[in-house]
């Protein structure tokens, strides 16, 4: 058999709904190959449900377990990276599945997330300048801004059923000292004026001047003082790392 074929062959026994005779036979050793279909499946089921254990808890293990049975046989992993797999799984799932309520999905999405933000090996390519506001911002590059309708990223509270709806603004990232993964909630200003600090495009004054006037607001003391306490938490957090040069 070629070993491409074979190659397809074992994918097939290993994420198929149930392994075909035909494909058994062509790579010989039944009972090993189905052994080993189990370690495989069993093997990316722990991880899914060790990435993702508040989605796993409000779905309920049968119902958890059904999604991953559906994107074995739907799409099985594609990737050569193993910690990659819960956001191929994800991804596939709250397209396909349709999950309900509306809070679980976002749940889903924002553990499958904070599981990527803290494996993702992204790290500064480049000096980085004290802050200045003259200057191209810094922004911590394993940074990614979820926007949600409900406050999935606190656990729900003793007695509670489900989330009230809360839009929320959330940041992810990995800190760069000591690779701690920080989720740091924002108001609507702040995600907009980090957002745009994140295209790393133009200064930060102008990023801010840019932001202030698409949402009509006024540059008066008050909108200072509070950018320069954004500025300090964003910094302080490490988010923000400083300047480009």
Request: aromatic fraction near 8%; charge should be negative.
């Amino acid at each position: 058999m070629k070993l491409e074929l074979s190659q397809d062959a074992i994918q097939r026994i290993c994420f198929s709904r149930e392994p075909s005779e035909e494909d058994l036979d062509a790579v010989g050793n039944r009972a090993r190959w189905l052994l080993y279909r189990n370690m495989v499946r069993a093997r990316l089921r722990r991880v899914c449900r060790v990435a993702l254990p508040r989605t796993l808890e409000a779905a309920g293990e049968v119902r958890f377990d059904a999604w991953v049975d559906e994107w074995f046989a739907e799409r099985a992993p594609r990737t050569r990276y193993f910690w990659r797999v819960v956001a191929e799984f994800a991804e596939y799932t709250r397209a396909k599945a349709a999950i309900e309520p509306l809070w679980l999905q976002e749940l889903m999405r924002y553990e499958a997330l904070h599981w990527h933000t803290r494996h993702d090996e992204g790290a500064p390519d480049a000096e980085i300048l004290p802050i200045d506001f003259e200057r191209v911002p810094f922004v911590n590059p394993t940074l990614t801004l979820l926007e949600l309708a409900h406050a999935v990223h606190r656990p729900l509270a003793e007695g509670q059923a489900s989330y009230p709806e809360e839009p929320t603004h959330l940041a992810l990232f990995r800190r760069i000292e000591d690779d701690d993964t920080v989720t740091w909630s924002l108001n609507p200003m702040g995600a907009a004026l980090v957002a745009r600090w994140q295209l790393e495009q133009e200064t930060l004054e102008q990023a801010v001047v840019a932001v202030a006037e698409a949402r009509n607001a006024s540059l008066n003391a008050s909108f200072l003082e509070s950018l320069a306490g954004l500025l300090e938490g964003l910094l302080e957090r490490g988010l923000l790392l400083g300047s480009r040069p």
